[in-house]
């Protein structure tokens, strides 16, 4: 789909005076008497004082970020439902209520929807359920799980790669297929931002082992590393290596907003909310059979043709789709389902889509999923985090290493409002609303940063069965907004961690400048978070 300009107008506001918002409703408001406690003045029921200004309500709801189903209760509530259902006569459709106004005019501000057509507006409306409140709702849900249009860090393979929220890229650490972008395959121990890239903005990225991709706020795919998609010898074992990012040619009619690489295969989440991906099995993986050399993108069949999806998370032979519905936000998983990785009460495998339906069970709204190597979790709307699958070395929370089929409750956590979550290779990590961060699991590499007094070497690597606050980023004095881990079962693992002030910390394996530092002398990682000298604003 190309991004040319949308022809939607923007909403115009009648009748409003360049005057202060007070001075139009004192001069033009009837005067309710002093008397009058309710809220209807001298209305009739279903009706309230500002209706007789509808331009003013209009621009007061278009003037804060309100959320969408904050419009949709005005339409429900008895006091105002009348008013708000009823068409209001604004351009740019004067069928359309105030609310779906509202909602529309908050869709146009967001950098995903403006570049739209008016038909791919209508088209992603149609997807949604029809109802520009369901849109806005669609847009603000991914701009919250991916972090569009704001820095980002992510912790690769051995290499790592910061996103500022101007989208420049910085990359640094193993090089040896051009994984850096760079031009080089040489190792870079301090951060270093990627020319080629200059004059294009990006707004997300991801890695695997020796690969990089990053997108474009124009939706663009760039690739560069090992088998970059876009090549013929993607799926083959060879050495065919590019070190600088190069379109990725079958994408080009795909808006993209999204990507993750697992093992065996790439999806990439295009803005309308359907998702492709690469494969190159023969035994009907991801829903369809390709040849090994295939790079074409195949939509994912089933279940989520018709419902958009807001963010996809690939583990090392599995995939998660966070969609939004009308009845709310689900989770849904496709793959290889061995350790019940899948979520779905087995260890079967599921070539097509599958909702999980534990959530429903546990009464949670799934708001963030996070996919590691063999493990999975998710973030409910209520804070609650709950994780599944292989639990070696304590990667679920669970106090054990136990497998979990289907989603549980992470009970360590009970007393803790989580906003976001990240998996590794058997490690997780758990933000709190309040900037606390906790982990668990796999402490090989120290890239759980948790330091004990004494400083005893055995302890820092220590495996953790249950959450654990991390002390060290605590004293940080910085509130912690996203941790991204390796997640990878080649490679050392390392953390990276971003604050609410645009500060980059890192911690973990660093024995090929993946931690942005050149090591001492004999030293491979570093258990303490050590601020990098990136501002990601």
Known sequence: MDATTSGTPTIQYHNIPDQPITTIVATQLPTLQREQRH?????????????????????????????????????????????????????????????????????????????MTTEQQQYLKQRCGGSWKLVLRFLMAGEACCRREKSQAIAGPGHSIAVTSKGLVYSFGSNNFGQLGHGTTREEWKPRPIRALHGIRIIQATTATRRTMLISDSGQVYAFGKESFGEAEIGIHGSKMVTTPQLVDSLKNIFVVQAAIGNFFTAVLSREGRVYTF???????????????????????????????????AGFCYLLCLACQPSGMSVYSVGCGLGGKLGHGSKTDEKFPRLIEQFQLLNLKPMVVAAGAWHAAVVGQDGRICTWGWGRYGCLGHGNEECESVPKVVEGLRDVKAVHVATGDYTTFVVADNGDVYSFGCGESANLGHIPENHEEGDMHANVLSPKLVTSMKEMNEKVVQISLTNSVYWNAHTLAITESGKLYGFGAGDKGQLGVELGANQTERGKPEQLHIDLR
Request: hydrophobic share 40%.
């Open 279 to 313: 494969s190159w099995g023969n035994d009907g993986k991801l829903c369809h059979n390709t040849d090994p050399n295939d790079v074409e993108p195949r939509p994912l069949l089933g279940a989520l043709e018709h419902i958009p999806v807001v963010q996809i998370a």
């Open 39 to 115: 809220c209807f003045g001298d209305s009739s029921p279903g009706e309230f004082p500002l209706s007789a200004n509808p331009s003013i309500v209009l621009h007061l709801l278009t003037s804060y970020d309100l959320y969408a189903q904050d419009l949709a209760k005005l339409e429900a509530s008895d006091a105002t439902c009348s008013f708000f259902k009823k068409p209001a006569n604004f351009a740019p459709d004067l069928d359309l209520s105030l609310s779906e106004l509202a909602a529309l005019d908050m869709c146009q501000k967001r950098a995903i929807f403006k570049p």
